[in-house]
């Protein structure tokens, strides 16, 4: 049906497009709304931040007011007055805001945990560009029930896990509520200069409306939020202090694991206490040193582990924080996935190979140790940005035992090892940059190493209509064995991947075309991930949006694209496919989605079958799927979606349920409770690969019936805005029945097997997987970056080749086989050196 209504839409973008992108046609109005201009005054008392603006403090600055809406009814003005106050002296930036309320009892304060973000809240926040660069700022954000969020802004993407030491308090009253922040130079990096000139911006959500508004106008058909920023003026004569901040934590674990073997002689129970430190150090008014010294992540969020049948890895999440928190320099060309620090030894599934008669394996580490990690990250006046990452993981080794006599010997599976990442940003007008970015690992003991140099750019009109991003990568590996052949090119083999994006990225119709090359030798994978290499890309997209209210819809997004495929080497022709989606938003806050996907030809798959070039040829298929998710003002809300996929040839298909229902109980208990199904009937794919009594390859493919089912609870008892008790709990089950085998001919087609193939199929198993975990989580932030976290952590992983068909059987056979308890104690406390100075003098 999409496809019907897509002339005409293109057709309406004719007579509309020369239309003001906010559908204002008064221009001097539009201006007004931007470009704005407060004026801070340096104040000789600091206000006491207890939530009231004390006259003789806030009265002598000229508020900042005329809020205009971002959504819904974008570029309206605020429906409720906003008055807001910029105070400085030598130590800190106040922010003072009166929000006015004439429903004052209605003013929503939900409470969450910091950095939660929106929940059923209002919200005040700032956006600092303290380099005016309209590219990169830091948001403060505080809610009515006082939680607060800190964000960092860089090039469009934000950055959540950044983590800032600032105060900040409320208080509702019959006229609304008011904020009062106070932000330490220390918390934020400014240019060094008698005069600062920064871009400003102020946020503010009435939530029982759903009313955001922005007092520089943010247009929603206009690419971007930073470059849409009025600015602060008035600010001189102030200095970064000396930035030395010290986070030293200790913290105590206690595991029992009830599986081990009668022989094991590691203890059911074990414990240990840790200790170590991070610290921050401010190299000048620019650059921030930021060093963790024996760390300690044994109490981050559990994996969310799958069963994976394919032939590409799973990427998952980085949780912990010196990996997370302000690495946005490190992450922007794609070439750096962290979780490859202290991740599985290089030589871990090599140890089977080194095993003498009688040797059997005792210990094998699956993780290596992180001895310690630095990064050095920063912006210059002139808007070149620079990062340096550094980090060293010890020898990791396995343990073997002679069976017989009794003797062990150890294997080294990962040695010394140093991961490098070195960045320079340099922004440039119109909200673009360019970025070339190196990755370096170098291993001791005669084992690979690894080399990637990237360049990245991106180019926009004066406009901000159009945008070209391109840039390319190139990978070097040195010493490594691929497929066991010595490499050439004196022990280094080279890979290359290249891309470009034209858009159109502003306005209601917007377009782009994608390229995107990766050479059969381009591998990153030793500090970034790719899932496979060996690929030609080529897209084109167009979508037209309604950014303003149109029938009973809010907003509307429709869009649709092409995608071709071929490999780089040898040049094959892989896919084609068309896709197509619209979203849709209601007036009473609903949102409905619908997308379908046609691949109206063969696909060829050279990785299925894990021998390169072998094809295997998959037929026609077309799917389709849609989604809905209520009002979260609601104390009952729902996110739901369903969908199916088939192709007829072999008759297969598959269709998934999500159901996720969200419940506030009140304004400090919520439950998210999320179930997710999926049956995949007729799902062929490589099975075993054999070489028969006469040299002959044969590649087996099995017809399975996967089943996977998955539920999660989140949920979250908030004390107040310092305190909390989160509940993350999730069970995964999926299991893989065997129908039938074929092998694989040279053509890429399925052929039923011979009577004397039968046998190379006995020792293909079904599979049944189970995992099972549980984080229960205490934090309490007793002081101004200081946390107490009270952790237990349940793990359990099943995987057998006994299919349960009754779910509940299944989840009491899953809780009967061994599993993992730690509970663990941990204390950081934060120490700043200009506080601690200030303390000491006194």
Same mark, same amino acid.
């Given at each position: 049906?999409?496809?019907?209504?897509?002339?005409?839409?293109?057709?309406?973008?004719?007579?509309?497009?020369?239309?003001?992108?906010?559908?204002?046609?008064?221009?001097?109005?539009?201006?007004?709304?931007?470009?704005?201009?407060?004026?801070?005054?340096?104040?000789?008392?600091?206000?006491?931040?207890?939530?009231?603006?004390?006259?003789?403090?806030?009265?002598?600055?000229?508020?900042?007011?005329?809020?205009?809406?971002?959504?819904?009814?974008?570029?309206?003005?605020?429906?409720?007055?906003?008055?807001?106050?910029?105070?400085?002296?030598?130590?800190?930036?106040?922010?003072? +805001? @009166?929000?006015? !309320?004439?429903?004052?009892?209605? /003013?929503?304060? %939900?409470?969450?945990?910091?950095? $939660? &973000?929106?929940? *059923?809240?209002?919200?005040?926040?700032?956006?600092?560009?303290?380099?005016?660069?309209?590219?990169?700022?830091?948001?403060?954000?505080?809610?009515?029930?006082?939680?607060?969020?800190?964000?960092?802004?860089?090039?469009?993407?934000?950055?959540?896990?950044?983590?800032?030491?600032?105060?900040?308090?409320?208080?509702?009253?019959?006229?609304?509520?008011?904020?009062?922040?106070?932000?330490?130079?220390?918390?934020?990096?400014?240019?060094?200069?008698?005069?600062?000139?920064?871009?400003?911006?102020?946020?503010?959500?009435?939530?029982?409306?759903?009313?955001?508004?922005?007092?520089?106008?943010?247009?929603?058909?206009?690419?971007?939020?930073?470059?849409?920023?009025?600015? +602060? @003026?008035?600010? !001189?004569?102030?200095?970064?202090? /000396?930035?030395? %901040?010290?986070?030293?934590?200790? $913290? &105590?674990?206690? *595991?029992?694991?009830?599986?081990?073997?009668?022989?094991?002689?590691?203890?059911?129970?074990?414990?240990?206490?840790?200790?170590?430190?991070?610290?921050?150090?401010?190299?000048?008014?620019?650059?921030?040193?930021?060093?963790?010294?024996?760390?300690?992540?044994?109490?981050?969020?559990?994996?969310?582990?799958?069963?994976?049948?394919?032939?590409?890895?799973?990427?998952?999440?980085?949780?912990?924080?010196?990996?997370?928190?302000?690495?946005?320099?490190?992450?922007?060309?794609?070439?750096?996935?962290?979780?490859?620090?202290?991740?599985?030894?290089?030589?871990?599934?090599?140890?089977?190979?080194?095993?003498?008669?009688?040797?059997?394996?005792?210990?094998?580490?699956?993780?290596?140790?992180?001895?310690?990690?630095?990064?050095?990250?920063?912006?210059?006046?002139?808007?070149?940005?620079? &990062?340096?990452? *550094?980090?060293?993981?010890?020898?990791?080794?396995?343990?073997?035992?002679?069976?017989?006599?009794?003797?062990?010997?150890?294997?080294?599976?990962?040695?010394?090892?140093?991961?490098?990442?070195?960045?320079?940003?340099?922004?440039?007008?119109?909200?673009?940059?360019?970025?070339?970015?190196?990755?370096?690992?170098?291993?001791?003991?005669?084992?690979?190493?690894?080399?990637?140099?990237?360049?990245?750019?991106?180019?926009?009109?004066?406009?901000?209509?159009?945008?070209?991003?391109?840039?390319?990568?190139?990978?070097?590996?040195?010493?490594?064995?691929?497929?066991?052949?010595?490499?050439?090119?004196?022990?280094?083999?080279?890979?290359?991947?290249?891309?470009?994006?034209?858009?159109?990225?502003?306005?209601?119709?917007?377009?782009?075309?994608?390229?995107?090359?990766?050479?059969?030798?381009?591998?990153? *994978?030793?500090?970034?991930?790719?899932?496979?290499?060996?690929?030609?890309?080529?897209?084109?997209?167009?979508?037209?949006?309604?950014?303003?209210?149109?029938?009973?819809?809010?907003?509307?997004?429709?869009?649709?694209?092409?995608?071709?495929?071929?490999?780089?080497?040898?040049?094959?022709?892989?896919?084609?496919?068309?896709?197509?989606?619209?979203?849709?938003?209601?007036?009473?806050?609903?949102?409905?989605?619908?997308?379908?996907?046609?691949?109206?030809?063969?696909?060829?798959?050279?990785?299925?079958?894990?021998?390169?070039?072998?094809?295997?040829?998959?037929?026609?298929?077309?799917?389709?799927?849609?989604?809905?998710?209520?009002?979260?003002?609601?104390?009952?809300?729902?996110?739901?979606?369903?969908?199916?996929?088939?192709?007829?040839?072999?008759?297969?298909?598959?269709?998934?349920?999500?159901?996720?229902?969200?419940?506030?109980?009140?304004?400090?208990?919520?439950?998210?409770?999320?179930?997710?199904?999926?049956?995949?009937?007729?799902?062929?794919?490589?099975?075993?690969?054999?070489?028969?009594?006469?040299?002959?390859?044969?590649?087996?493919?099995?017809?399975?019936?996967?089943?996977?089912?998955?539920?999660?609870?989140?949920?979250?008892?908030?004390?107040?805005?310092?305190?909390?008790?989160?509940?993350?709990?999730?069970?995964?089950?999926?299991?893989?029945?065997?129908?039938?085998?074929?092998?694989?001919?040279?053509?890429?087609?399925?052929?039923?097997?011979?009577?004397?193939?039968?046998?190379?199929?006995?020792?293909?198993?079904?599979?049944?997987?189970?995992?099972?975990?549980?984080?229960?989580?205490?934090?309490?932030?007793?002081?101004?970056?200081?946390?107490?976290?009270?952790?237990?952590?349940?793990?359990?992983?099943?995987?057998?080749?006994?299919?349960?068909?009754?779910?509940?059987?299944?989840?009491?056979?899953?809780?009967?086989?061994?599993?993992?308890?730690?509970?663990?104690?941990?204390?950081?406390?934060?120490?700043?050196?200009?506080?601690?100075?200030?303390?000491?003098?006194?």
């Amino acid at each position: 049906m999409f496809t019907r209504i897509l002339p005409f839409i293109l057709l309406l973008s004719l007579f509309t497009g020369s239309a003001n992108a906010s559908g204002n046609d008064d221009p001097t109005a539009e201006k007004n709304k931007r470009n704005k201009t407060t004026k801070a005054v340096r104040t000789q008392a600091p206000p006491v931040l207890d939530g009231h603006l004390e006259p003789e403090v806030w009265a002598q600055v000229v508020p900042a007011t005329n809020f205009v809406r971002y959504d819904p009814h974008n570029g309206k003005p605020s429906s409720q007055e906003t008055e807001v106050y910029m105070l400085y002296d030598n130590d800190a930036i106040y922010i003072g +805001a @009166i929000l006015h !309320d004439t429903a004052p009892d209605s /003013v929503l304060t %939900q409470l969450g945990q910091r950095d $939660s &973000g929106e929940n *059923n809240s209002d919200m005040f926040g700032v956006y600092l560009d303290t380099y005016n660069d309209k590219q990169n700022a830091f948001a403060f954000l505080v809610s009515a029930a006082g939680v607060q969020t800190d964000i960092k802004h860089s090039q469009g993407r934000e950055d959540w896990n950044w983590d800032a030491v600032w105060k900040s308090s409320v208080r509702t009253h019959e006229r609304g509520w008011t904020v009062e922040m106070r932000i330490p130079y220390g918390a934020i990096r400014f240019p060094k200069a008698d005069v600062q000139t920064w871009g400003i911006n102020y946020m503010r959500i009435i939530r029982r409306t759903r009313e955001k508004s922005f007092w520089s106008h943010v247009d929603n058909s206009v690419d971007g939020l930073i470059n849409q920023e009025g600015r +602060a @003026i008035g600010i !001189d004569g102030i200095e970064s202090p /000396v930035r030395l %901040q010290f986070m030293p934590y200790v $913290s &105590g674990y206690i *595991n029992h694991y009830s599986g081990r073997d009668e022989g094991n002689k590691q203890k059911d129970f074990t414990k240990s206490i840790n200790g170590g430190m991070d610290v921050k150090y401010g190299i000048n008014d620019a650059f921030t040193l930021d060093v963790t010294l024996i760390p300690d992540f044994g109490q981050t969020q559990s994996d969310n582990q799958v069963l994976n049948l394919s032939p590409f890895e799973v990427k998952y999440s980085e949780n912990r924080q010196f990996f997370t928190e302000g690495t946005e320099l490190f992450n922007k060309a794609g070439l750096f996935y962290s979780r490859r620090i202290g991740a599985r030894p290089v030589g871990y599934s090599a140890v089977d190979d080194q095993l003498v008669d009688q040797e059997m394996i005792i210990r094998n580490p699956s993780l290596t140790q992180l001895l310690n990690a630095a990064k050095v990250s920063g912006r210059t006046r002139r808007g070149l940005g620079i &990062g340096l990452f *550094n980090a060293f993981t010890g020898n990791s080794y396995a343990t073997v035992q002679d069976s017989v006599t009794g003797a062990t010997r150890e294997i080294l599976t990962d040695p010394l090892s140093n991961y490098n990442v070195f960045v320079l940003d340099q922004t440039l007008p119109r909200n673009s940059y360019i970025t070339f970015t190196n990755t370096n690992v170098t291993r001791t003991s005669g084992f690979y190493d690894a080399n990637v140099t990237g360049l990245r750019m991106r180019f926009a009109d004066k406009r901000n209509l159009f945008a070209l991003t391109t840039g390319g990568n190139l990978s070097q590996l040195y010493g490594k064995e691929v497929d066991g052949d010595p490499l050439t090119n004196d022990g280094a083999t080279l890979g290359h991947q290249y891309f470009v994006n034209l858009s159109k990225i502003s306005g209601n119709l917007q377009y782009g075309f994608d390229h995107n090359v990766e050479s059969d030798t381009y591998d990153i *994978n030793d500090l970034g991930f790719i899932g496979n290499n060996n690929e030609m890309n080529t897209s084109a997209r167009v979508s037209y949006n309604f950014y303003q209210p149109v029938w009973k819809f809010l907003s509307w997004r429709n869009n649709f694209s092409i995608h071709h495929s071929r490999l780089y080497q040898p040049g094959a022709f892989t896919s084609l496919s068309f896709n197509a989606g619209t979203n849709v938003r209601f007036r009473n806050f609903t949102s409905a989605y619908m997308n379908a996907s046609v691949r109206p030809g063969e696909q060829y798959d050279y990785f299925e079958a894990r021998t390169f070039p072998q094809v295997f040829v998959r037929p026609a298929a077309y799917s389709s799927n849609v989604g809905i998710s209520t009002d979260y003002r609601r104390r009952v809300a729902l996110d739901a979606s369903t969908g199916f996929w088939r192709s007829g040839q072999y008759d297969q298909n598959s269709w998934w349920l999500n159901f996720s229902p969200r419940f506030r109980v009140n304004d400090k208990l919520s439950i998210i409770n999320g179930n997710n199904f999926e049956k995949e009937v007729r799902n062929i794919g490589f099975a075993r690969k054999y070489t028969d009594e006469a040299s002959q390859r044969h590649i087996l493919f099995g017809d399975r019936t996967i089943t996977t089912v998955s539920t999660t609870i989140s949920s979250a008892y908030i004390f107040n805005e310092r305190s909390g008790l989160t509940l993350n709990m999730r069970h995964y089950w999926s299991r893989a029945a065997y129908q039938d085998f074929f092998e694989l001919t040279k053509q890429g087609l399925l052929q039923q097997l011979t009577q004397e193939q039968q046998p190379y199929t006995s020792n293909i198993a079904d599979i049944n997987y189970n995992t099972f975990t549980m984080d229960l989580v205490y934090s309490w932030r007793f002081a101004p970056g200081s946390e107490l976290r009270v952790v237990w952590k349940n793990f359990i992983e099943d995987r057998g080749s006994q299919i349960q068909n009754r779910y509940f059987e299944n989840v009491s056979s899953t809780f009967a086989v061994p599993q993992n308890n730690n509970f663990s104690v941990k204390l950081l406390y934060f120490i700043d050196y200009i506080s601690l100075k200030n303390v000491l003098a006194a």
